[in-house]
């Protein structure tokens, strides 16, 4: 089956209709974030201060891409381990947060968050970073710039490839997949 | 004694990290081809062709094929009558990798400090290097360039001897099957089993430096990597832990003779990103 096309930011029933298992090719503003991003974004909240960026309807890609070449956007640009956040990634859920890209597990606290904020979890493929580059057009530091790498950019995108793994009834694809291919 | 200037080690070793990273191995992108002519799931089949094309862009516009360059690992075979002349062997590759990883626009991944995560001022450096002494003035460098997603699924066991062989291919797939789609699978599997607590772990990584479809060279341990590889492609984890049939690419194992009271097992996990190299100075 062809992937679908979406974009991003989307329409709050584009995302309800989204079924784990699914492929997409998403199109639109994505913002990247990866550990220590997260951790200074969550010592924000705990300080009751502003969010670098608002982070009401939008996705966040965990990258932490490599330094562009020269005439580049951008380096190679794959998902990094998703799990890595699943500690700070409730609280942005709850102020808004509408879906992340990345790779691997969720843990439980995350899954539920999903289905109560009603968001979704994307994965990307990961170690495809010079394909996904070709996707991206557009890179923009907005936080955090001492951090290189693991700063905060926003990203324009056409047609990212992903596949839906957590949709917002729960539903999860690697516990899915997994037993459609086991024996 | 032989001598091999300290600034020739330098760039060679400046341009090996750039050839892993650019340039993946032959032997996996056959494995990839094999896989996708077995894989039985839609989506698995598109990311091994994904992989394909992301090894080719990576070729062609010599680009990382993963950001994430690794750190990187060498393992040197040195000849006793074989020096470095102008420093020490650690220092040329060292600054062999920085100078590597800077102009190549590899990514830097090595804090200094665990803890405190501050990032090392020397860039994507220090490496990790081992050394293993040899005779005759040979040297060859080995070198991985190995991602941190793969790395943080691996495992080490100091098992008990009544556990077993079976004791111990229960926790080799149970490691797999923990790691599922973190480790970036399909994977290559490396085994260290028997040495003492460093030195499985070392038995582990030092067989992924085998390329792929090498075999042990005992008969039963040759055997014992695919039974391995044919139940790991049973736990339907498949390409990206997304479902299918092609979990590991490759299994290796490693052996060595232990203590009494000993059963040391080490799993190192590589991902599909399996970049190697090696050059004879
Ligand atoms: S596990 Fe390997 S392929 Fe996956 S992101 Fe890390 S280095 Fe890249």
Redesign the pocket.
């Known amino acids: 089956m062809e992937p679908k096309k979406l974009t991003i930011p989307m329409e709050h029933q584009a995302l309800t209709l989204l079924r784990a298992g699914e492929r997409v090719l998403l199109s639109g503003t994505i913002y990247t974030a990866r550990d220590a991003a997260h951790k200074r974004m969550s010592e924000s909240i705990e300080k009751g201060e502003a969010l670098p960026f608002s982070i009401n309807h939008q996705f966040i890609y965990y990258v932490g891409p490599t330094p562009p070449g020269p005439g580049r956007i951008i380096g190679s640009a ?3 381990t998703s799990g890595r956040m699943d500690k700070y990634t409730p609280s942005l859920l709850e102020r808004g947060l509408k879906g992340m890209i990345g ?1 691997g597990y969720r843990n439980q606290e995350v899954k539920d968050s999903i289905v109560k904020n009603q968001a979704v979890y994307l994965a990307a493929i ?2 495809t ?1 010079a394909l996904i580059s070709r996707t991206i057009q557009s890179m923009e530091v907005i936080a955090y710039e001492d951090l290189g790498p693991e700063a905060i950019y926003k990203l324009t995108v056409k047609d990212f490839p992903a596949t839906v793994i957590i949709d917002s009834t729960g539903e999860d694809w690697y516990e899915i997949g997994k037993t459609i291919f086991n024996g | 004694m032989r001598a091999i200037p300290y600034q020739f080690v330098v760039n060679e070793v400046a341009k090996m990290c750039q050839e892993a990273n650019f340039e993946l191995g032959n032997d996996v992108i056959d494995a990839f081809q094999d896989a996708l002519k077995n894989e039985t799931s839609p989506i698995g089949q598109n990311i091994l062709q994904d992989l394909i094309e992301n090894a080719n862009i990576a070729s062609s516009e010599r680009i990382p094929m ?3 360059t ?1 750190g990187s690992v060498f393992i040197v075979e040195l000849g006793q009558e074989c020096h470095i002349e102008g420093g020490s062997i650690y220092d040329a590759i060292n600054e062999g990798v920085i100078k590597g990883y800077e102009e190549g626009y590899l990514r830097h991944s090595i804090v200094d400090n665990p803890l405190t995560r501050t990032k090392s001022k020397t860039y994507n450096s220090p490496a990790i290097i081992h050394i293993e002494m040899r005779p005759g003035s040979e040297c060859t460098i080995h070198m991985s360039a190995k ?4 790395e943080n699924m691996s495992a080490l066991k100091m098992m008990k001897p009544s556990d077993g062989i079976e004791g111990v291919k229960a926790f080799i797939l149970d490691t797999v099957k923990n790691a599922g789609p973190n ?2 699978p399909p994977l290559v599997v490396g085994i260290g089993i028997g040495g003492n607590f460093e030195r499985c772990a070392y038995l582990a990584k030092k067989s992924l430096f085998r390329p792929i479809g090498h075999r042990s060279q005992h008969q039963e341990l040759a055997e014992l990597e695919l039974e391995l590889m044919a139940k790991m492609n049973l736990l339907g984890i498949g390409p990206q832990g997304m479902g299918g049939s092609t979990t590991a690419l490759d299994v290796k194992i490693e052996i060595e003779p232990c203590h009494i009271a000993a059963l040391p097992v080490a799993i190192n996990l590589n ?3 399996s970049r190697h190299k090696e050059i004879n100075l």
């Open positions: 794959g998902p990094t790779k990961g170690g970073g | 993963c950001q994430d690794g991602g941190g997603g793969s480790a970036c991902c599909h990103a």
